[in-house]
Structures are given as C-alpha cells and as structure tokens.
C-alpha cells in the first residue's frame, strides 16, 4: 500500500511534502498500530518528552519536538 492509499483509507490528504495532514497530534504508538510504515509520516505529532502536539514541518525531530530536542543538547 502507498501513502495515498494510506490517507485516503484514514480520511485523510496528503500534503505536497509527502506528510499526512491529520487534524489532531498522533503519538508514535498510535501511528505504528495504525501502520508502522507510515509513522513518519504524519504531520501533528505527540512530543515523547512533554505530551504537548507540535507540527513536524515547524521543526522537532521524529516524535520529540524542537524544544524538547534543545533541552536535552544542553
């Protein structure tokens, strides 16, 4: 299956750079039970390290978001 095959079967679009526009963060666990194949997929994720949703597209870096990234640099 490919990701438009995937979003189509979710309800979903597919934006111009190849992310799942989902209306509402997904945590990792909830994308890999829905298709681990695609977990990277998705643009509103749930951060691992603080619980807060953020927009992959904004920064952050697979399911930790660019704040929580910084902090654990420093």
């Known amino acids: 299956m490919?990701?438009?095959?995937?979003?189509?079967q979710q309800g979903l679009e597919v934006s111009g750079d190849y992310l799942i526009n989902n209306p509402k963060p997904i945590s990792i666990d909830e994308a890999r039970i829905l298709d681990a194949k695609w977990a990277l997929r998705w643009r509103l994720r749930t951060?691992?390290?603080?619980?807060?949703?953020?927009?992959?597209?904004?920064?952050?870096?697979?399911?930790?978001?660019?704040?929580?990234?910084?902090e654990a640099m420093s």
């Open 2 to 8: 490919d990701l438009f095959h995937f979003a189509k």
């Open 47 to 70: 951060c691992r390290g603080c619980n807060q949703g953020f927009d992959i597209s904004d920064g952050g870096r697979y399911y930790l978001c660019y704040e929580c990234i910084e």
